[in-house]
Nanobody, 126 residues
C-alpha cells in the first residue's frame, strides 16, 4: 500500500521560512514524481511545486504564485521530497498536501496524482 507522510507545517510569522517534508512508503514504481499542493479555506487545491524522482536531471516545476520563494529538492535514498518555503505571507496559509504519480514527467494537474498524503497545516500570521 502506497503511503505518503507529510510533515513540517506549523505557525510562523510573515517573512519567516518553513521546510516541509514528504516521505513515500510501500511502493516499487520505476518512474515517479512527487508534487506539493495546497488548499486554503474556501479555495481550490492548487499545485505549487513538483519534482521528478527518477529523471537524471531531477526536473522540477513551480507555480508562478510561489516561484522565487520555494525550492523543491529530493533525497532518493529516503524516498523523500523537501519543500523549502521562504518569505512566507498570510496568503500562504493553507493545508499542504503531497502526492505521487507513476511518471517522471512533472505536472501540477491534480487529477494525474492517484496517491495522496493527509496534509500538514501551515499558518502564517501577519
Amino acid at each position: 500500500e502506497v503511503q505518503l507522510q507529510a510533515s513540517g507545517g506549523g505557525l510562523v510569522q510573515a517573512g519567516e521560512s518553513l521546510r516541509l517534508s514528504c516521505q513515500v512508503y510501500g511502493f516499487t514504481f520505476h518512474d515517479y514524481s512527487i508534487a506539493w499542493f495546497r488548499q486554503a479555506p474556501g479555495k481550490k487545491r492548487e499545485g505549487i511545486s513538483c519534482i521528478s524522482m527518477t529523471s537524471d536531471d531531477g526536473s522540477t516545476y513551480s507555480a508562478d504564485s510561489v516561484k522565487g520563494r520555494v525550492t523543491i529538492s529530493r533525497d532518493n535514498a529516503e524516498n523523500t521530497v523537501y519543500l523549502q518555503m521562504d518569505s512566507l505571507s498570510p496568503e500562504d496559509t493553507a493545508v499542504y498536501y503531497c502526492a505521487v504519480r507513476t511518471s517522471d514527467i512533472v505536472t501540477s494537474r491534480r487529477e494525474l496524482y492517484p496517491y495522496w498524503g493527509r496534509g500538514t497545516q501551515v499558518t502564517v500570521s501577519s
